[in-house]
T-cell receptor
């Protein structure tokens, strides 16, 4: 499977500041990456689909102006949480989708996650 | 209605027990199916993909019933290291939807 890294692994910031999280696909050229958020004792919720060279596709209820996604290369996608507030504190995880578009066989491999705490 | 439903558990079983998890999905257009394992405060890791014919990997067996829109995972001879949350994941039109997970505690 694909090897995915995230940076930073954890971050604490003050309310109102912006935080950038990087997701790197180390051994796979990823046209598509996904960003998820997971609150304690809940499952992963898809926030957006990051497409290399084009705009991200956001899920309903996710503010695109607050969660800025940039997928400038086949190995890097970034998520910037702008003007973070305590309610944005969560575990943010990215993933890489392997497999060919149009086929039913797709797997995804996750980065180790970034734990964000907003004070 | 959620795309993927799972019994949250927890399932508390002794070492060596056989345990089964179930998962149902609501969208008949679902294309592919997976079981992931997530340890506390870690990212999910792929346990196995689930194929229509059913598949086995060591102590783990996964089954898919498309007619009933139902997926299962069977773990035989449970080990302490199997303690984790097991996530049922469904791929619908290249998006992945997660169940809320079933927590397994294997006790000595």
């Amino acid at each position: 499977g694909a090897v995915v890294s995230q940076h930073p692994s954890w971050v604490i910031c003050k309310s109102g500041t912006s935080v950038k999280i990087e997701c790197r696909s180390l051994d796979f050229q990823a046209t598509t990456m996904f960003w998820y958020r997971q609150f304690p004792k809940q499952s992963l919720m898809l926030m957006a689909t990051s497409n290399e060279g084009s705009k991200a596709t956001y899920e309903q209820g996710v503010e695109k102006d607050k969660f800025l996604i940039n997928h400038a290369s086949l190995t890097l996608s970034t998520l910037t949480v702008t003007s973070a507030h305590p309610e944005d504190s969560s575990f943010y995880i990215c993933s890489v989708k392997t497999g060919t578009s149009g086929t039913s066989y797709n797997e995804q491999f996750f980065g180790p996650g970034t734990r964000l705490t907003v004070l | 209605r959620k795309e993927v439903e799972q019994d949250p558990g927890p399932f508390n079983v002794p070492e060596g027990a056989t345990v089964a998890f179930n998962c149902t999905y609501s969208n008949s257009a679902s294309q592919s199916f997976f079981w992931y394992r997530q340890d506390c405060r870690k990212e999910p890791k792929l346990l196995m993909s689930v194929y229509s014919s059913g598949n086995e990997d060591g102590r783990f067996t996964a089954q898919l019933n498309r007619a009933s829109q139902y997926i299962s995972l069977l773990i035989r001879d449970s080990k302490l290291s199997d303690s984790a949350t097991y996530l049922c994941v469904v791929n619908i039109l290249n998006k992945f939807y997660f169940g809320s997970g079933t927590k397994l505690n294997v006790k000595p």
